[in-house]
């Protein structure tokens, strides 16, 4: 695994974290309790930061990334955050977003910066969310562009947080 600094920020990585040895892990990078990153994904926190919190996975080839402090447009720029419990489908792109709790975005997936993902959404395959779009909790988002098609059951809000716990299991066996 590649776990490097960038210009004095060291990646902070809580106990119990599984990092494949092909992810690249850069800069201003905190990755919570518990959490998992899978091969060929990058987190480049080089021009702003990228928090993750626990007991979320972040999954094959995803791209997480950044923009810049932007003075006059977009003051402080936009960083990347990730809640607890989420699960980032393969080959994901999440840039300068938000994303909350108990989430799941699906494969091939892309969030753009200054997005909003609240709690309890599950962003289907492919989806594209525009930036500065915000998703509101507990509804199933498809399409490109992303658009709100029907809220979730008990059931499939139980099973976002099925998948979260799914990944600790396997990522300690991966450890």
Request: proline share 4%; glycine share 10%.
């Amino acid at each position: 695994m590649s776990i490097r600094d960038f210009k004095n920020h060291a990646p902070d990585i809580a106990e119990g974290v599984y990092i494949d040895e092909s992810a690249q892990v850069i800069g201003q990078v905190s990755i919570g309790t518990d959490s998992s990153i899978w091969p060929n994904t990058t987190l480049r926190g080089d021009v702003n930061w990228i928090k993750i919190g626990a007991n979320t996975s972040i999954q094959d080839g995803s791209t997480l990334h950044v923009t810049h402090d932007h003075t006059n447009k977009h003051p402080g720029g936009f960083p990347l955050s990730i809640g607890s419990q989420v699960t980032v489908g393969h080959n994901v792109v999440l840039h300068g977003c938000t994303v909350e709790d108990n989430c799941l975005i699906g494969m091939g997936a892309i969030v753009l910066d200054g997005a909003h993902l609240e709690k309890n959404v599950f962003l289907a395959a492919g989806a594209l969310v525009a930036p500065n779009k915000r998703l509101e909790s507990g509804y199933l988002y498809v399409g490109s562009p992303a658009k709100r098609i029907r809220p979730l059951t008990e059931e499939e809000i139980t099973g976002l947080q099925y998948s979260s716990e799914h990944y600790v299991k396997l990522k300690n066996d991966y450890l």
